[in-house]
C-alpha cells in the first residue's frame, strides 16, 4: 500500500475517520471528516481529519 493511501488501524483518528469509532459528525466530505472534540479546551471545539491525514500528523508509521 502506498503512503498516500495507507491507514495504521491502531490510530483513534483512523478508526474515527474510517467509522469503526462513533463520533458526533460536524461536516463530512470526500477529502474531510469534521467531528465534536471529546474533551474540548473551548465551546465548540472539533476536530478536523482526512482520510489518512491522522496517521501522518500522529507521526505515527504506516
Known amino acids: 500500500m502506498s503512503q498516500t493511501t495507507a491507514r495504521n488501524d491502531t490510530c483513534v483518528f483512523c478508526e474515527i ?3 469503526r469509532i462513533p463520533s458526533d459528525k460536524v461536516a463530512e466530505d470526500a477529502n474531510t471528516l469534521a467531528f465534536m472534540d471529546i474533551d474540548p479546551g473551548a465551546d465548540g471545539h472539533l476536530q478536523e481529519q ?3 491525514g491522522a496517521a501522518f500528523r500522529a507521526g505515527h508509521p504506516l
Request: no cysteine; glycine share 34%; charged share 0%.
Open 17 to 19: 475517520v474510517a467509522g
Open 50 to 52: 482526512g482520510p489518512h
